[in-house]
């Protein structure tokens, strides 16, 4: 079974959806455990980031300052939200349970809803559809702006989603609009009408965390009858990368390792400090035999600037080569013939935007790029991550690559463009 779970979505899947489920290794101090990561809460499979490793071997599978002026509601500033410093608390077990009180005002149950066309008995479509639930997961209400509520989740709970249908404390039923998500970092942010929400979490500074530091749990796990179910642990470790695959690609998520129990569900739920701030939005978990306690949170302060991007643009705007790619180790031997014996990393270029940079500049499927601007490519996700982090859009970049057994340089000019690379 799957070494790692992202909190699979909640409960049902299309045999179709778990064809394509992907998998994903886990990096740092996680490097001795096999498997892959799997969908998180909702259960909103991974879409492979190219076909075209499915078109040359089918064995392989591809692979988020002052306090308010009014407490519980954050405060809207030019630059959106912000973390808030972390007050002093009594943690009384009866402030605990005051907090959890307040707190669990803003968490919200998620139900993805997908078109599932009707059949006969013998396979043949009637011509009708509904929507029906894909999948369920948590989400957070972080503002409240006049009359807008907003709620920050999990992409995966929310992704290939025709309806959201959101639960809001209480009992009460709406729907969301999705303002804009985010694949690579799994973030989303939803909207509903704020006549349904009570209240607003604020955001924890999470570099303030130390391994030992107590936090809970709130979220939905196996669904709406355990709503608002929480759980009590602590920072295990903080500063875990955790190697995830999306529907953009390949990423390495910087995420908090807890304790406290999440489980399918869980995905977009709030990971918070005893003075009820959230410090951690929950993700992914080991789903092995014999492991326990073993759940990442994607930190506040990774949450907050994603979240600022995709209320200003609707996404987050990165630059853009214009390729497909697959680590050099995934592809069959048979494809890495001509390459020179040294070369033993890079990323193969698998399909290329006609319009992109890339084919202006003359990058070819299965060209291997090794560098970038001189810093050494291992595999995709050095490539991706030295892109998003380093570079802007209008930057020129210098490719090293190898096109059979003979080296080139390649020079683009990169574009912005909502694709992943």
Known sequence: MDNFNQLNPWPVETEEKKRKQGKARLKGFMNTVAGGIIGSVLTITIIPHTDYLENIYSNVETKVSQLSEQPGNARSTSEGITVQKTAAM?????????????????????????????????????????AVESGSGTGVIYKIDGNSAFIVTNNHVIEDAEELAITVYGGEQTTAELIGADPLTDIAV?????????????????????????????????????????????VSAVDRSVSVSTSAGNWELNVIQTDA????????????????????????????????????????????PIINEIMRNGKVERPYIGVGLASLEEIPQMYKQSLPNDVQGGAMVTSIDPDSAAAKAGLQVQDVIVSIN???????????????????????????????????????????NSKSL
């Open 261 to 304: 129990a999440i489980n399918p569900g869980n995905s977009g739920g709030a990971l918070v400090n005893t003075s009820g701030q959230v410090i951690g939005m929950n993700s992914l978990k080991i789903a092995e035999d014999g492991v326990e306690g073993l759940g990442f949170a994607i930190p506040s302060n990774d949450l907050v």
């Open 190 to 234: 939803l909207k509903i009408d704020a006549k349904y929400a009570e209240k607003s979490l604020e955001f924890g500074d999470s570099s303030t965390l130390r391994a030992g530091d107590t936090v809970l749990a709130i979220g939905n796990p196996l669904g709406l009858d355990l709503s608002n179910t929480v759980t009590q642990g602590i």
């Open 374 to 416: 001189d810093t050494k490519v291992t595999n995709s996700v050095d490539l991706r991550k030295y892109l998003y982090s380093n570079l802007e859009v209008g930057d020129k970049v210098s490719l090293s690559i190898y096109r059979g057994g003979e080296k080139k340089t390649i020079q683009l000019t990169l574009t912005s």
């Open 90 to 130: 009594n943690n009384s077990q009866g402030n605990i349970a005051n907090m959890v009180e307040e707190a669990s005002k803003s968490i919200v149950g998620i139900v993805n809803k997908q078109t599932q066309s009707n059949r006969f008995p013998n396979g043949a479509n009637i011509n009708d559809s509904e």
